[in-house]
């Protein structure tokens, strides 16, 4: 066997989130940022991530702790590679639990070397699918489609998931519908903030999706206008009319804002963001903590808006590649 190295892309909601996992629609745009996934032969099945290693031997050994092993674990699990003998190493220049899916990102590069392996070539709405999949049964965090769509697709996209909002698996639903924009755009006048505070997405949207199962009025009302958003911040994003999708991006992010879905750190970046001129800004991902999107047609005072009050880190979208394989000699 030769050596398999895969990368995929960080991504950040530029409007639409979090209607991916309620029948609605979002645009996001990958980042400059990568998770990476290396294979290698070996004796036995010895896994690295974040400079910490293990092997493992026995079924015990894929219990999933917690940690950083359990989304390799998982994905070897479905992929039934668990008798397999291999070096697999995993890193990411994406900050992680930040909202800008360095978890899928991670999870997607790990599934595409495996899937080279084992000499599987599937289409990128099936693998977005599985990559959900083995995060909703495996890894048991309940979250949309966005994340796994755009590792896996790359570049900025206009996502379309209705008729998703109740098929959560493969064998119930449709695919998503994913529309490219990169041709289309320009230079985009976004900035991202990382709060330096770590979630985990599912703690955040759970308590929302449960609402909207009991029927909830003020979540159901609440996402389906901001699909409405998204669907009319693609015009105002192919016209470059900043002004316009500043606005829709603030009603997305009030909604959410109302629903619980925020937090206080990224209320203080925002408002921060906004008060140094930015047309529109709301969260990247998932709140409480996390990364925040802010649009602005004069980017540097927003910038040093935001670092003076205590980003810990700047980023920018950047339309990149999605999902890549590389077998090398």
């Known amino acids: 066997m030769k050596q398999i190295k895969a990368s995929a892309p960080g991504r950040c909601g530029i409007i639409g989130n979090p209607t991916d996992g309620y029948g609605g629609t979002v645009i996001s745009c990958t980042l400059d940022k990568r998770a990476f996934a290396e ?12 400079e910490k290693e293990i092997i493992l031997r026995s079924p015990e050994d894929f219990e999933l702790n917690g940690d950083y092993f359990d989304i390799p674990k998982s994905v070897i699990k ?24 360095g978890s899928t990102a991670a999870m997607a590069a790990l599934f595409g ?11 990128p709405y099936m693998v977005s699918e599985k990559l959900h999949e083995i995060e909703q049964k495996l890894l048991k965090i309940r979250c949309g489609f966005q994340d796994h769509y755009m590792v896996v697709f790359g570049g900025i996209n206009y996502m379309d ?17 994913i529309e490219p924009l990169t041709p289309y755009v320009g230079k985009l006048p976004f900035i991202l903030a990382h709060t330096g505070k770590k979630h985990h ?30 669907r009319m911040g693609k015009k105002a994003l192919l016209n470059q009319d900043w002004k316009e999708l500043g606005r829709l991006m603030i009603q997305n992010h009030e909604i959410q804002r109302d629903l619980g879905g925020s937090g206080d750190v990224n209320e203080a970046l925002i408002r921060v963001a906004l008060e140094a001129g930015a047309e529109g800004a709301k969260l990247a991902g998932a709140g409480q903590g996390g990364t925040i999107i802010a649009l602005a047609t004069n980017l540097q005072p927003v910038i040093n ?5 205590g980003a810990q880190d700047i980023l920018f979208p950047k339309p990149d590649q999605g999902l890549s394989v590389e077998i090398l000699d």
């Open 78 to 101: 479905y992929l039934d590679l668990t008798d397999c003998k291999l070096e697999l190493r995993c890193w990411s220049d994406i900050p992680m639990q930040g909202g800008l899916a």
């Open 201 to 230: 997405s599912g703690n955040v949207h759970g308590p929302i999706r449960e609402r909207w199962l009991q029927g909830d009025p003020q979540v159901r009302e609440g996402y389906k206008s901001i699909g409405r958003f998204a």
């Open 161 to 177: 998931f209705r008729m998703k909002e109740d098929c959560q698996f493969i064998d119930k639903g449709v695919f998503a519908t």
């Open 39 to 50: 294979i290698r032969p070996h004796d036995c099945l010895r896994l690295i991530v974040a």
């Open 305 to 309: 808006a935001l670092k003076n009050a």
């Open 113 to 123: 070397a495996l899937s080279a392996y084992k000499n599987q070539n599937q289409n």
